[in-house]
């Protein structure tokens, strides 16, 4: 058994061609820019949008959690069993869970429900999260499934895992997208909460195994938006033959509404997202820095 919180069919960003996206649940870091929220606890996650809700009072019938005064719904957190079953009583999809136990098989069903775009765009499955590292027996049996069915797979990590882990999925791995988040290794504790140096060995063991990488740079305003971090990418991009292209994935305020919904605090709520003009300053320091040291393409997301 293994916890998802997602699947997200006809995916076009995860990858190569048309994917069907896996979000497994749980993660060890902390990014202060965090667009998943409600991915980082291993527990099910309880989330209420008040703007769905109509006051219908299904969900008071079933949970002492949630109450209903002069039409106004109140969802006490510290009563919350986690199970996740309000979420079937709402009608208007207010009350959101984030998480749920499934298996591989389950898993691999919903996946092969668009094999036919998989063929035709060279598509295929792409494994996400939270971290899918932390749940490496789960992953394994997912990728060693997939690569049976003859499906591209992807997996998309922070690279912040066991070394065995890497070594056990690489064999079944066509490709990684690897978040490289931040260069200075005090940063990068104080932007997630953890050290990048198991991170980068991930990283140079991946290349040791010969399993391709995009390496994917988010940007974010006034904390990694730096020359010295730009330096990193293009160094880390230039000494790895596994990397295959660099991805700039400017910062965006779309996971704001997350943080409400599950009552977590943001840490970048008054961060702007990227207006265009610093992207485009971003994009062509990066460009002449890789082009200095490395052929390596660009592609900005």
């Known amino acids: 058994m293994g916890k998802v919180f997602d699947i997200q069919r006809m995916s076009v960003h995860d990858g190569p061609g048309i994917r069907t996206t896996v979000f497994l649940k749980g993660c060890p870091l902390r990014c202060l820019w965090c667009h998943n929220p409600e991915s980082q606890s291993f527990d099910i996650s309880i ?3 008040p703007e769905k809700c109509q006051g219908c009072g299904e969900c008071v019938r079933f949970c002492e959690a949630h109450s209903i005064a002069d039409g106004i719904h109140t969802f006490d957190r510290t009563k919350c069993r986690h199970d996740g079953k309000c979420t ?4 208007n999809k207010a009350i959101i869970v984030s998480g749920h136990e499934t298996t591989a098989d389950e898993v691999l069903r919903e996946v092969m429900k668009d094999k036919t775009f998989y063929k035709t765009t060279c598509g295929g499955v792409t494994f996400s999260g939270g971290e899918p590292l932390s749940q490496p027996k789960f992953l394994l049996e997912l990728l060693v499934a997939s ?4 499906l591209h797979t992807v997996v998309d990590t922070s690279g912040f895992g066991k070394s065995e882990t890497v070594s056990d999925i690489a064999p079944y791995t066509d490709l990684f997208l690897w978040d490289y988040k931040e260069s200075d290794e005090s ?9 990048n140096v198991p ?3 991930n990283l140079r063991l991946v290349n040791e195994l010969g399993v391709p990488v995009i390496l994917r740079c988010p940007i974010i305003p006034g904390l990694n938006d730096r020359e010295d971090h730009f330096d990193g990418i293009a160094s880390i991009a230039a000494e790895l033959s596994c990397v295959k ?3 700039v994935m400017a910062f965006h305020k779309l996971g704001d509404g997350k943080y409400e919904f599950f009552d977590m605090e943001n840490p970048t709520l008054d961060v702007p997202a ?4 610093r992207k485009a300053e971003i994009i062509d320091s990066l460009r002449k820095k890789i082009a200095e040291k490395t052929d390596r393409n660009i592609h900005v997301e």
């Open 147 to 150: 690569k049976k069915a003859g």
């Open 274 to 277: 990227m207006e265009n003009e």
């Open 199 to 201: 991170i980068k060995e």
């Open 88 to 91: 079937d009583l709402c009608l």
């Open 47 to 49: 989330g209420y949008n």
């Open 245 to 247: 292209e660099v991805n």
């Open 187 to 195: 940063k990068h504790i104080e932007f997630t909460g953890v050290s």
